[in-house]
């Protein structure tokens, strides 16, 4: 069974850094793609960016300021947010392809989801 667990969400003032975890059981990353995810209150979920065999991929609304990153011995993927805008609070997901070691922007891509963790920047 595949279990991912977001964690490190939380407030944050604008301009501020945070850092997600996605810890994964059941499936190694290094065997799919994985990707983050995001939802805003009243919007649609969201691309933010993915890691795959074929390298990262971010949004164009936070390239340069998000990067993804992954710790193979600890089975766990990371979003650094940088730079953080308002714009950016959403409950952030993270997600693998499990078919697949090629990133997608699509979430219908994906096949295990975690349960999400709250970013809410301040002004």
């Known amino acids: 069974q595949v279990q991912l667990v977001e964690s490190g969400g939380r407030l944050v003032q604008a301009g501020g850094s945070l850092r997600l975890s996605c810890a994964a059981s059941?499936?190694?990353?290094?065997?799919?793609?994985m990707g983050w995810f995001r939802q805003a209150l009243g919007k649609e979920r969201e691309f933010v960016g993915a890691?795959?065999?074929?390298?990262?991929v971010y949004a164009d609304s936070v390239k340069d300021r998000f990067t993804i990153s992954r710790d193979n011995a600890k089975n766990t993927a990371y979003l650094q947010m940088d730079s953080l805008r308002v714009e950016d609070t959403a409950v952030y997901y993270c997600?693998?392809?499990?078919?697949?070691?090629?990133?997608?922007?699509?979430?219908?891509?994906?096949?295990?989801w975690g349960q999400g963790t709250q970013v809410t920047v301040s002004s």
């Open positions: 890691m795959g065999l074929d390298g990262n």
């Open positions: 059941g499936r190694t990353f290094s065997t799919c793609a």
């Open positions: 997600a693998i392809r499990a078919s697949s070691r090629l990133w997608s922007k699509s979430p219908y891509e994906y096949d295990y």
